[in-house]
């Protein structure tokens, strides 16, 4: 039986035609209140996410982009391309902004217009007609989560990539720079040791197509023994668990009083040292461009290797990516409890400066707590969740206060 091309259309065109049905009976179904609040709502946030990716987005990188057009001979078509591809990036940081300033401005006119206290008179406690703003900011945040890990990585490699290409200088799709590995442990062949220290640091200049190249591995692994390993490439064997290393040469130091330096060239020599350098150079540098799998997996390799340090802050930058969204909730609460207050008054100016020290004192507290959380002062759920906590208790404080 075959099925004509009209035919599909007609069922995917009444496929949506239902669709839209069922979500307009579905809003036709909230409260009178709720959806008038939702419109109230829904032309501010609009413009608060254009008037913060604008700023944050000429600032970050429509500067840059202007300059290499001029000096290095970008061309506009990719310079456009790549500002197209950076621009989640800088819609994620707009939304929290958007919804703090969206809150305060649609609540503080509906309280200066008396609309609110026209509820207020009909029993309408604050908290319920409150209720529209934290459904939009919930929807902030899962956006933001979304967006933060699906598209803003991806997004940002094919910025760096498009711009760099076309400017002469080659980036293959699978391609790092400057890949450092440390393993820690106890020196073996000496006294007893207490704690676990650097053993071994492998470092590559470049990564280019399962290569490494330039490669340096520093061995202090045995007691009175240390060895510096230098090698033009390197690959690993995934099947024997071993590395080779080309054209290169060993420095071997050995002794404690009275050190001796040998030195050895070599065509190829094979070192087993582990996947650990492979799988860290095809993770992004930045945590904050690592999906939440590819921190898991940093993370993971860095236990395996011993760095204590660097693996308990990835457990504190993966709990961020899940606290950073929620921002929007906080933002959604102390806008709305403080645009409801009884005859506020906010223009759009006051409330764009309003919104910017707050955004300001809320990113320093996140800046003290991720850096306690970081230094090992404080655990890493409770650095990453203290300023939304914090956050929270204040939005309730102002909305009680609102509610008087």
Not at 89 to 109: D, E, H, I, K
Not at 193 to 206: D, H, I, P, S, V
Not at 269 to 285: C, D, I, N, R, T
Request: aromatic share 10%; with cysteine; glycine share 10%.
């Amino acid at each position: 039986m075959t099925i004509s091309p009209t035919t599909v259309l007609q069922d995917s065109a009444q496929f949506l035609r239902r669709g839209q049905s069922k979500a307009l009976r579905q809003w036709q179904r909230l409260p009178l209140m709720d959806r008038w609040l939702f419109g109230e709502l829904l032309g501010p946030l609009l413009f608060g996410v254009a008037a913060f990716t604008a700023v944050t987005l000429s600032v970050g990188v429509l500067f840059e982009l202007v300059r290499k057009v001029a000096e290095a001979g970008l061309p506009l078509t990719i310079a456009i391309k790549v500002l197209l591809l950076r621009l989640p990036g800088f819609l994620v940081l707009s939304f929290p902004m958007a919804t703090l300033m969206a809150t305060l401005l649609a609540y503080s006119r509906l309280s200066g217009g008396s609309e609110l206290t026209a509820l207020r008179s009909i029993g309408v406690a604050t908290h319920r007609f409150v209720v529209p703003a934290l459904v939009i900011a919930g929807l902030m945040s899962g956006l933001t989560f979304l967006f933060n890990d699906l598209i803003v990585p991806p997004a940002n490699r094919a910025a760096y990539v498009t711009m760099y290409k076309s400017i002469g200088r080659s980036i293959d799709s699978e391609r790092g720079s400057n890949i450092i590995y440390p393993r820690y442990g106890y020196i073996t062949h000496g006294p007893p040791q207490k704690k676990e220290r650097l053993t071994q640091l492998f470092y590559a200049k470049e990564f280019i197509d399962g290569a490494m190249e330039n490669v340096t591995l520093l061995d202090m692994s045995r007691y009175g023994k240390k060895q510096v390993l230098s090698a033009k490439t390197a690959t690993y064997n995934e099947d024997k668990g071993i590395w080779t290393f080309n054209n290169g040469s060993i420095i071997t130091i050995s002794g404690i009083a009275k050190p001796s330096t040998t030195t050895a060239r070599f065509e190829t020599y094979s070192y087993p040292f582990g996947p650990g350098p492979m799988q860290m150079a095809e993770l992004p540098k930045d945590a904050n461009s690592m999906t939440v799998m590819e921190a898991v997996q940093a993370m993971k390799l860095m236990e395996a290797a011993g760095d204590g340090k660097g693996a308990r802050k990835m457990r504190v930058r993966i709990q961020e990516k899940f606290s950073f969204p929620a921002i929007c909730i906080v933002f959604g609460l102390i806008g709305a409890s403080l645009g409801a207050r009884p005859n506020s008054r906010t223009s759009r100016s006051q409330g764009f400066g309003i919104s910017v020290l707050l955004i300001f004192m809320y990113y320093l507290l996140m800046f003290v707590f991720s850096s306690l959380g970081v230094k090992g002062t404080l655990l890493p759920f409770v650095s990453a969740w203290s300023p939304v906590l914090i956050g929270l208790g204040g939005g309730a404080l102002l909305l009680k206060q609102a509610s008087r």
